[in-house]
């Protein structure tokens, strides 16, 4: 199921709850109410089905992957075990038993459905050569062995071909439902645009639950703060600060700390490479201009 397809189905859940926890929407919303009684209905049918398509969705997707590990396996054991022993027997009886050489190995990149035709083609011809292979040392039963190995591998095959068609139905299935389940919450929402208009609160949170939301939602804001606290303290200003008492006049202790933040201190001046009139601009006072 494709992601909008999942969000949607999240928001026809989320409307089919909004209804049942406001029983009273329906009924008040006068010649409305019988459509909004089918079209509730029918979007019920859509989560049911979408639901249970989705589940096939990954269940014969599974079916698929598990049909394709078995084929590698089934493969190998027609090809390299039954295949090769009765094509070695014939390569070496080519010049003692006429015709024999006709029997040879299919090239190995024939994908599996070719190979089991070609294992068919093989069981054919070597038939007549049964009781000569059997004196050479192969099983009594080769042939049903191959036959048995062969039946097998198209089993798989078909296993894998199923299982791909039904998940091709199911993806099929849940994008039909996911456009009508849309439809139908257009048409809702028409209803109550018009049933809800005297109720602000209300038509708010149904357009808030059926909203179909592409991404999902993060808490918190991207809006950067002000720092605050120690790092606001450590930030370095252009002006003494003034401590205000409870008088709204500066305090003997905050005009000492403007005195004390205004002038640099020895220890800090010995450690600057720049000279101190230079810190902040120049202390200098600026030339008066020239007059004209």
């Known amino acids: 199921m494709l992601t909008k397809q999942s969000r949607a189905l999240q928001a026809f859940r989320r409307v089919e709850v909004w209804f049942a926890d406001h029983p009273a929407v329906i009924p008040a919303s006068g010649t409305s109410a019988q459509a909004l009684t089918n079209q509730v209905a029918a979007l019920s049918g859509v989560i049911t089905r979408m639901t249970a398509q989705g589940t096939d969705q990954t269940t014969q997707k599974g079916q698929a992957t598990l049909a394709a590990k078995d084929e590698v396996a089934l493969r190998t054991d027609l090809r390299k075990v039954h295949m090769r022993a009765i094509t070695k027997v014939a390569r070496a009886l080519r010049g003692q038993v006429p015709g024999v050489g006709v029997i040879k190995m299919p090239p190995p990149e024939l994908n599996s459905d070719a190979l089991v035709k070609a294992a068919e083609a093989l069981y054919s011809t070597s038939s007549v050569y049964k009781d000569v292979f059997a004196e050479h040392g192969l099983p009594t039963d080769f042939l049903d062995q191959l036959a048995a190995a062969s039946s097998a591998l198209k089993a798989s095959v078909d296993a894998r071909g199923l299982a791909l068609s039904k998940r091709t139905g199911a993806t099929s299935g849940v994008a039909g439902e996911y456009s009508l389940g849309r439809k139908i919450l257009t048409m809702i929402d028409a209803s109550l645009t018009h049933a809800l208009k005297n109720d602000a609160a209300t038509l708010a949170s149904w357009r808030q639950v059926m909203r179909v939301t592409v991404k999902g939602t993060t808490g918190g804001s991207n ?37 004390a933040s205004a ?22 006072p600026m030339p008066e201009t020239a007059a004209a």
């Not at 003034?242 to 500066?250: N, W």
């Not at 201190?265 to 010995?270: G, K, Q």
């Open 223 to 259: 809006t950067a703060t002000a720092p605050t606290g120690s790092a606001a303290v450590a930030t370095p200003s252009t002006a003494p600060i003034a401590l205000v008492g409870q008088s709204g006049a500066p305090s003997a202790a905050s005009a000492a700390l403007s005195a």
């Open 263 to 284: 002038a640099p201190s020895a220890a800090s001046a010995e450690a600057s490479v720049v000279p101190v009139s230079h810190i902040g601009g120049s202390t200098s």
